[in-house]
Nanobody
Framework: QVQLVESGGGLVQPGGSLRLSCAAS????????MGWYRQAPGKERELVTS???????NYAESVKGRFTISRDNAKNTVYLQMNSLKPEDTAVYYC??????????????????WGQGSQVTVSS
């Protein structure tokens, strides 16, 4: 089927930057919307940002002006550049993709897939 593999998390000081990547592999015909979510301890998972195949982008108010999402359709990869990081950005970050794929003899449209999660810790 389809796998989303994330990379790039880690520990950074307040004001620092990190870049997350998420690459899709497997039986991918097309990737429609892609996005990043995060979940802090004791909180629900929330949408951080999303991007459509054509490039339309949404950001949560809390990250506007600091985070930038981009994607490379040829590489089936989405990126999240995080600048001016704050302690409240600490969370596990998950990439998400809506994928047109094929398995079990059937074409499936907009199947929802998740990455494995990347810990981002902002602390001095």
């Amino acid at each position: 089927q389809v796998q989303l593999v994330e990379s790039g998390g880690g520990l950074v000081q307040p004001g620092g930057s990190l870049r997350l990547s998420c690459a899709a592999s497997g039986t991918v015909f097309s990737i429609n919307a892609m996005g990043w979510y995060r979940q802090a301890p004791g909180k629900e998972r929330e949408l951080v940002t999303s991007i459509t195949r054509s490039g339309s982008i949404n950001y949560a108010e809390s990250v506007k002006g600091r985070f930038t999402i981009s994607r490379d359709n040829a590489k089936n990869t989405v990126y999240l550049q995080m600048n001016s990081l704050k302690p409240e950005d600490t969370a596990v970050y998950y990439c998400n993709a809506e994928v047109d794929t094929y398995y079990s003899g059937t074409f499936h449209r907009n199947e929802n897939y998740w990455g494995q999660g990347s810990q981002v810790t902002v602390s001095s």
